[in-house]
């Protein structure tokens, strides 16, 4: 009889120790997705166009190397990572100044971002922040002068943004 009762109660904290550890793990499984801290990013691009892609690194609470392409009109980002996409959208970007004697345009300044729409595992992101922006060109020259309106040979483009972030 104290035999049965033995194994009934290692059969009882054997079951007891199985539960307990599923419910810790689905915990810890639930924790994982749902993550809040500051998230940073670097964007950098030689591209000109009506599409601009941006090679992009974002870490923080996500991290991961990707792309993020800028339609040339409008200001809603689409960023594409390991396991999904989400929007980012931004104010306008600073202006740039155009040296017409040197063919050089430059420019610099901040812009406000919030990041929404994720599909994969960045459904339900939600954030928000700043971003620094700098960019530099040399602008085309048409029958010998710099124009606005032709095509750059050397551009680039560097942002570098922060802030809160939820997943």
């Not at 539960?19 to 000109?48: M, Y």
């Not at 970007?93 to 300044?109: D, F, H, Q, R, Y």
């Amino acid at each position: 009889m104290k035999r049965i009762i033995s194994i009934a109660s290692a059969v009882l904290i054997v079951a007891g120790v199985a539960a307990f550890g599923l419910a810790a793990s689905a915990a810890a499984s639930t924790a994982s997705r749902s993550a809040s801290g500051t998230e940073h990013f670097e964007l950098v691009t030689t591209s000109v166009g009506q599409t601009i892609s941006f090679h992009a690194i974002y870490y923080g609470v996500v991290n991961g190397a990707g792309t993020e392409i800028s339609p040339s009109s409008g200001n809603t980002d689409t960023v594409h990572l390991p396991g999904g996409t989400f929007k980012l959208i931004h104010t306008a970007p600073p202006g740039v100044k155009v040296n017409l004697k040197t063919c050089v345009a430059t420019g610099s300044g901040t812009a406000k971002y919030k990041i929404a729409d994720g599909t994969g595992r960045y459904r339900g992101i939600s954030g928000k922040g700043s971003a620094v922006i700098s960019e530099v060109g040399i602008l085309g020259r048409v029958k010998g002068v710099c124009s606005e309106n032709a095509q750059p040979s050397g551009f680039f483009i560097i942002v570098k943004g922060s802030g809160p972030l939820h997943t």
